[in-house]
């Protein structure tokens, strides 16, 4: 657990996580006061969208349901880890793919 700091971002960090919609509502919840524990999970929940739409065309090529099924699970490990980091109110990347979220998403602040 952090301080006060991070129970102050703690809304914006879980909003980030509900859909593409949720992160766009969240970045515009931080813009004024600029939490950095809200802007990490920002970055974090944009990532992991960002890849479901873009992975997901990708798969979608493939005529596979074993190809399919292992990336909606995977997405969904990732989505289920980033909202129990923010609800827990610890700064973890994402598995294998957050760190590149937090060097790719530096214009959220």
């Known amino acids: 657990?952090?301080?006060?700091?991070?129970?102050?971002?703690?809304?914006?960090?879980?909003?980030?996580?509900i859909t593409i919609v949720?992160?766009?509502?969240?970045?515009?919840?931080?813009?004024?006061?600029?939490?950095?524990f809200a802007s990490f999970h920002i970055r974090q929940a944009l990532g992991i969208n960002l890849s479901f739409y873009l992975l997901g065309a990708l798969?979608?090529?493939?005529?596979?349901w074993v190809i399919s099924s292992s990336?909606?699970?995977?997405?969904?490990v990732l989505w289920i880890y980033g909202?129990?980091?923010?609800?827990?109110?610890?700064?973890?990347?994402a598995p294998i793919i957050g760190r590149f979220f937090q060097e790719w998403f530096t214009f959220i602040e």
Not at 59 to 64: C, G, N
Not at 83 to 93: F, G, N, Q, S
Request: glycine share 4%; charged share 25%.
């Open 1 to 17: 657990m952090e301080s006060d700091y991070a129970k102050q971002g703690k809304t914006a960090a879980i909003v980030a996580y």
């Open 22 to 36: 949720g992160t766009i509502i969240a970045f515009f919840m931080n813009n004024d006061n600029k939490n950095q």
């Open 59 to 64: 798969v979608s090529l493939f005529d596979s």
């Open 71 to 76: 990336f909606y699970v995977f997405i969904f």
């Open 83 to 93: 909202i129990i980091t923010a609800v827990r109110e610890e700064k973890k990347e």
